[in-house]
């Protein structure tokens, strides 16, 4: 009976040593469980903190790209009207200077000008448009003044003294 009693103890300490070791085994895994809940939660929050800097930079980038579109409409604009105006005024001293020459070369200078605005797409402001029209008309010859007297005498202008002369 004390041997029964023997195995039976030996047969129940056993059991007793294999549950013992399954709940050693058991806390290890619930203690790596909370290490990797910890690190899945410290994961979770450092993935949020990106997530907001993601789309802060998103932001950013999409008002950096609408403000360097607009940049470029307006640099576009602005060399586009620059480009325009200096032509004009390039235009308009060309048919001013024309004005005083032959009446075939006006007539050149008519068309040529003409051309050129048309294939640059100038829209010609009037007054242009009017000096442009009239190159080709007839004009009489400038008349030619010559002034022959004393300065002085024509303005009777004291002030003048005529000992100054080169």
């Known amino acids: 009976m004390a041997r029964e009693a023997r195995i039976e103890l030996e047969h129940e300490r056993e059991k007793l040593t294999d549950k013992l070791e399954q709940i050693d085994l058991f806390l290890q895994v619930m203690e ?89 797409g100038l829209d010609l402001p009037e007054d242009l448009k009017a000096a442009i029209e009239s190159l080709d008309d007839e004009q009489t010859d400038p008349k030619v003044v010559n002034v022959s007297g004393n300065y002085n005498d024509i303005h009777d202008n004291g002030g003048v003294s005529l000992s100054n002369k080169l």
């Open 32 to 120: 790596h469980s909370d290490e990797r809940d910890a690190a899945y939660k410290k994961l979770q929050e450092e993935n949020e903190m990106l997530q907001q800097q993601l789309n802060e930079e998103r932001k950013q980038k999409a008002e950096l790209e609408m403000k360097m579109n607009e940049m470029s409409k307006l640099s576009a604009g602005v060399a586009k009207k620059s480009s325009e105006e200096d032509l004009l005024k390039a235009l308009r001293t060309y048919v001013n200077r024309s004005k005083r020459k032959t009446i075939d070369k006006r007539a050149f200078a008519k068309t040529a000008t003409l051309e050129i605005a048309n294939a640059n």
